[in-house]
């Protein structure tokens, strides 16, 4: 039974961990870093003990009170934990601590899944068929007990990927405030993925630092107010459910950009800098955000490059674009046109923008002329929205093949998947062309003459269909 008080701690941490697997890399390092940012460790580290305990000798009482002794419990789950029978008394020691005492328990998963800790599975599955054929059953029902209530806590979820490196680190839901971001995380600079979602802070450092950080989730930080500085490696930012967030750092340089996660952040109005950094973009959300300005808006619809999957996906209280030349509000007809001649321009493709509620329609797009078909399929998105817009990615005419005269039909498809859930309410086809220089313009609608969308052809389509993952970046056309 535990006999100390809180007024009898002395140290800041007890870093309990495996021995050989750890002691000279992760937790030499994490008892190095913690000791210069003042905290006062207490690290399993006499040689004597350590002979002690590779004899099979007793658990020291000394280790009992230094356990009682510390206001926080740190514990390096690795493969190694479990072969230790110290360790795994230590636990339970500390588990009594966290329950008498209110000692505050931070469990760190190291090259291990928490599952495994949980449930005594992998490594530790073949640790406890070792101790059950010469430790008795009592003992060893403590050890796996405090190892199922470990492993329903939530903590760092480290895994590394050559012996030293760490590149994951798993810190969601973990209730950490502004002042318990744990500082060891800055020393980290080879991580590659940063979960730091369900937690309670209002703000974060900078994280800058952090070189070769590619993903980063901040979701469901309902305080969060802003995020600061990332690092330009980053190419995936999750942030969605983040209702206070009212500012991004700028975006201008961000590009590895590839995905940004953002819905329902209400207090959202702008992302400066994101449209400079499009280029390398393939997906956008932001349906929750329902105060975006006009100029920020316009900046990332007229902006948007990418070919394939993806989009730009908004709240549907915005609406189609204005440029946007062919506009069909009747699910049944969708879009009809004609494609039209400008001279000194060449057609380049085509961007499709279209308002639904609940699952994304697909689309075929179907030159009539020609008896062929492209079909786009639907998206997954937020359902919290009431309705959606969605700017499709820019359908190059190196796979449309669309010429002055064709005769285009666009049409909504509902995915299987969809189940007759969704329902288009309106959908816009923007035509794209060179300058003549080269570069992209957007057609005036005084320049293209629509096709009344109840316009009908005549032509018998063949079943001909193109489908395609990923179209090529536009190219311009041959003259």
Known sequence: ?????????????????????????????????????????????????????????????????????????????????PE??????????????????????????????????????????????????????????LWRNALK?????????????????????????????DDSIPKVLASLFSLE??????????????????????????????????????????????????????????????SSMVELHL?????????????????????????????????????????????????IFLHGVYDIPEWFQFVGIHESNGVHFKVPQIIGRNFRGLTLCCIFKRDCPGFTVTNITKGKALHIPGESTCWIADSVLRLQSVLSNDVLHLQSGDEVSISAVTEAHGRGRGRLMKTGVNLVWDDGDGGDVFSSNDEIGAVPSNTSSDETLPSLSVHTDRCPPIKNADT
């Open 1 to 81: 039974m535990a006999s100390s008080s809180k007024d009898d701690r002395v140290y800041d941490v007890f870093l309990s961990f495996g021995g050989e697997d750890t002691r000279r890399t992760f937790t030499d390092h994490l008892y190095c870093t913690l000791e210069d940012h003042q905290f006062n460790v207490f690290m399993y580290g006499d040689e004597y003990d350590y002979k002690l305990e590779k004899g099979n000798g007793a658990i020291p009482e000394h280790l009992f009170q230094e356990i009682e002794r510390s206001k926080v419990a740190v514990v390096v789950f690795s493969r190694g934990y």
């Open 84 to 141: 230790s029978m110290w360790c795994l008394e230590e636990l339970v020691k500390i588990m009594e601590c966290r329950r008498t005492l209110g000692q505050m328990f931070f469990p760190i998963f190291y090259d291990v899944d928490p599952s495994d800790v949980l449930n005594q599975s992998g490594s530790f599955a073949q640790a406890f068929q070792k101790h059950e054929l010469k430790i008795k059953e009592e003992k060893v029902h």
């Open 149 to 177: 209530e470990a492993g329903l806590l939530a903590g760092l979820n480290f895994r590394e990927t050559d012996g030293s490196s760490v590149v994951v680190v798993g810190l969601g839901n973990c209730y950490l405030t």
């Open 193 to 254: 993925k940063l979960e730091l979602d369900g937690n309670l802070f209002y703000s974060l450092p900078s994280l800058s630092g952090f070189s070769k950080l590619k993903m980063l989730d901040l979701s469901y930080c309902q305080d969060l107010l802003e995020i600061p500085d990332l690092p330009r490696s980053l190419e995936i930012l999750r942030a969605n459910q983040c209702i206070s967030l009212a500012k991004l750092p700028n975006f201008s340089e961000m």
């Open 263 to 311: 819905n329902h952040s209400p207090k959202l109005t702008e992302i400066l800098g994101l449209h400079k950094s499009l280029n390398t973009m393939r997906r956008i959300h932001m349906e929750g955000c329902t105060n975006l300005t006009a100029a920020f808006r316009k900046n990332i619809l007229q902006g948007w490059t990418s070919c394939g999957h993806g989009g």
